[in-house]
């Protein structure tokens, strides 16, 4: 088998960056590999100074990042559930284990946004690759501001809510109509944030629910019927990104077939054989 064609470095751009617990970020595999740098976001100046303090190829700013716009950030109990938005309280009682965390305990009016397309001058913005983001509602108003970023990524992966626990905050229908408006597909969701409606409750499994969903994680990925329109160091990063942080081992195969049309290679093929002879291997291994 001829050996895979090589892409340049990864440039992923993480907004909302701040670490939970023992969590690890969809890309660490990237940059655990040597094949990527981060630029990440955290307004949270505590949590970006421990950020930066982890060293690495991955640089952190205390910037809030949006629309450009000014706007109040709604201080929580917990660092985590603060927003540019104001918690849906109303909304929020209604489950298990939600307003104990999204207490509101200060507003600041004022704050400065800032839109990823001013800030290209920054190393590795010029062309970002992956998004990831997490900002408490506010993914919609940072993709507006975020044209050309969006233009060059060719994965995102962005928290979304299907019920509105801040107030007024896009829903996921709404990100979805605005990524597909600007070439993107969804791909996939990762994970899902439920809870029961009270007076249902699990002491010990605060994310226990019986149907109702919350939020999640979606994976969307530059339009995979128009890969033509990707030049060749792009589709090799599609391929990558999806392999390494999804596991999309078939999107992988689809972009590289776009590149064997182009070359007349065999990256794909290769590929769909190691891979279908490493997951033969690791099944009868466990048997």
């Known amino acids: 088998m001829a050996p895979r064609p090589e892409h340049s470095n990864i440039n992923i751009v993480d907004i909302g960056a701040m670490m939970l617990g023992d969590e690890k970020e969809p890309y660490r595999p990237l940059l655990n590999a040597g094949k990527a740098s981060v630029v990440g976001f955290e307004p949270n100046e505590q949590e970006c100074a421990k950020l930066n303090a982890l060293g690495g190829t991955s640089r952190y700013y205390p910037y809030f990042i949006g629309d450009g716009s000014e706007r109040t950030?709604?201080?929580?109990?917990?660092s985590m559930t603060g927003s540019l938005y104001r918690p849906n309280t109303p909304l929020l009682e209604k489950f298990h284990c939600l307003a104990e965390l999204t207490k509101l305990q200060a507003e600041h009016p004022g704050i400065k946004t800032r839109r990823l397309d001013d800030l290209a001058d920054l190393e590795g913005l010029g062309d970002v690759d992956l998004i990831k983001i997490d900002v408490q509602g506010a993914e919609l108003d940072v993709f507006r501001g975020a044209t050309k970023a969006l233009a060059s990524a060719v994965v995102i992966i962005t928290e979304v809510c299907f019920v509105p626990l801040y107030e007024g905050q896009p829903l996921f229908g709404d990100i979805d109509v605005y990524l597909r408006q600007n070439g993107f597909a969804f791909h996939t969701f990762k994970g899902f944030g439920q809870r029961f409606f009270l007076p249902f409750f699990a002491p010990d499994r605060p994310g226990a629910a019986f149907r109702q969903l919350l939020w999640s994680d979606a994976v969307y990925v530059k339009d995979f019927m128009r890969l033509d329109l990707l030049t060749d160091d792009k589709l090799l990063k599609l391929a990558a990104i999806v392999e390494t942080t999804l596991?999309?081992?078939?999107?992988?195969?689809?972009?590289?077939?776009?590149?064997?049309r182009r070359h007349g290679t065999k990256s794909s093929e290769d590929y769909v054989a190691q891979t279908l002879q490493s997951h033969a291997a690791a099944k009868a291994k466990a048997s």
């Open 73 to 78: 950030y709604y201080e929580t109990n917990y």
């Open 247 to 260: 596991g999309s081992h078939d999107l992988a195969a689809v972009a590289l077939r776009e590149y064997d």
